[in-house]
């Protein structure tokens, strides 16, 4: 079954101490992003790679880093959480980076206290 | 990237079509309008999309407008389980841009 799994699905952490948050799609897709979700504000893009080793910075990419090391994996990572960064993030992936139908984790909810 | 304008919500009766309105009266002529839906905190879900002609697939049809500037999606047979947030976006490549998007509760 295509699909994009993001793991963990609840996080509870504390100021300050790192986490990574994982993402593995099993359908071959070059193109990866990243998405937090805010009451308000909507779906933002934090970060996007358009294919292994190649990752460019979305519109929210403060406080966050992401890597390409393999096409399937896409983690986050958060070296200093804040509570700012409480959200809801979601990993996408699509074939391209011109081919919008993009599938979407089920989403990471992160708190930071 | 085009700027699309929804309605905050809407209702629907189960069992009857569902009309959804986005209008993106500057689009451009290389950009395609996409539908997703999110239910309830869930990651996005692809619906459709379209350039100029109306398409159809086995979730919604979606109708543009011979002047693009606008277009519906419509879900012929509302269930339950169709009560979500529908995101009309546009824009040519790359980074989706979702909006406030159209609750759509579908009613007993």
């Known amino acids: 079954e295509a699909q994009v799994t993001q793991n963990p699905r609840y996080l509870i952490t504390v100021t300050g101490k790192k986490l990574t948050v994982t993402c593995s799609q099993n359908m071959n897709h070059e193109y990866m992003s990243w998405y937090r979700q805010d009451p308000g504000l909507g779906l933002r893009q934090i970060y996007y790679s358009m294919n292994v080793e190649v990752t460019d910075k979305g519109d929210v990419p403060e406080g966050y880093k992401v890597s390409r090391k393999e096409k399937r994996n896409f983690p986050l990572i958060l070296e200093s959480p804040s509570p700012n960064q409480t959200s809801l993030y979601f990993c996408a992936s699509s074939f391209d980076r011109l081919n919008t139908e993009a599938f979407f984790g089920q989403g990471t909810r992160l708190t930071v206290v | 990237d085009a700027k699309t304008t929804q309605p905050t919500s809407m209702d629907c009766a189960e069992g009857r079509a569902a009309n959804l309105p986005c209008n993106h009266s500057?689009?451009?002529?290389?950009?395609?309008v996409y539908w997703y839906r999110q239910i309830h905190s869930q990651g996005p879900q692809y619906i459709i999309h379209?350039?100029?002609n109306n398409e159809t697939n086995e979730m919604a049809s979606l109708i543009i407008t011979e002047d693009r500037k606008s277009s519906t999606l419509i879900l012929p047979h509302a269930t339950l389980r169709d009560t979500a947030v529908y995101y009309c976006i546009v824009r040519p490549t790359g980074k989706l841009i979702f909006g406030q998007g159209t609750t759509l509760q579908v009613k007993p």
């Open positions: 379209g350039l100029k």
């Open positions: 500057t689009i451009s002529g290389n950009e395609y």
